[in-house]
Structure formats: C-alpha cells, structure tokens
C-alpha cells in the first residue's frame, strides 16, 4: 500500500497494490498546472481510495480532464479523464519511497526552453 496527501495534509489517499513506472509530461497544459513538468502514475480507480477529500476541488481543464488540487494549500494532486477508468496521480504527492521511477517522457516538444531532458528515459514529442 501506498499512501499521499497534499502539502498541508487536508487531502489524503491511499493506492493498494505496486506503482507502475511513472510518465513525466512537458506539454504546456501540465507545466502550468504544476509549475514545471508533471510526473504521475496512472492507475485503475479501483486501486484509489480518498481518505479524506473535504478541500479537494476540481478545475475543468479540457473537455475530457479535471485536474485535483487542495482548496487550502494549492497541492497538484490529480489528472482525471472522466470518461476512463482510471487516474492519475502526481508523484510527489505519495508519502515515503515509490519504488517506481519515470519511464517515459511525452509532449517533449512542447516542453519549456530553460530545462533540458538527459536522463535516458524514452521521449515521445507528443
């Protein structure tokens, strides 16, 4: 089991089961949700519990996603296609070790001029 919360802990959750590589996503949309590139693991809702969501709130970013932040602390915590059966999770949201890395790089074309990407992991430009 792997547990989260936002910054001031007002939101929390809980992931059973082992977490899948990570992706990180340079497209601009996820910059500006975070404030730099986003890393998250994407997983069945099922595998998702909220412990506890009272100041969790939603932002319609396009039609198909909402985007989960805390009310009080501003945390990135969720990415949600609403029409799918899973979500993503930002990683620095989970407590403790992952034990999971990113495997994947994608919108890399759209990613920000003052970074560079040299880890080794595979990029998709889209």
């Known amino acids: 089991m792997h547990t989260g919360s936002c910054l001031c802990g007002a939101v929390r959750f809980e992931v059973t089961g082992d977490l899948p590589e990570a992706s990180a996503c340079h497209c601009t949309m996820c910059r500006k949700h975070t404030g730099h590139l986003e890393a998250g693991v994407d997983l069945p809702r099922s595998q998702v519990t909220?412990?506890?969501?009272d100041t969790l709130v939603w932002y319609q970013s396009s039609a198909k996603v909402r985007r989960g932040f805390c009310s009080v602390c501003g945390s990135s915590l969720f990415f949600d296609p609403v029409e799918r059966d899973w979500i993503g999770i930002m990683m620095g949201a989970f407590d403790g070790p992952t034990n999971t890395k990113i495997g994947l790089h994608i919108?890399?074309?759209?990613?920000?001029?003052?970074?560079?990407?040299?880890?080794?992991?595979?990029?998709?430009?889209q």
Do not use: H, S, T
């Open 107 to 125: 919108f890399v074309a759209d990613k920000g001029d003052y970074y560079e990407i040299g880890d080794g992991v595979p990029q998709n430009a």
């Open 50 to 53: 909220m412990v506890q969501q």
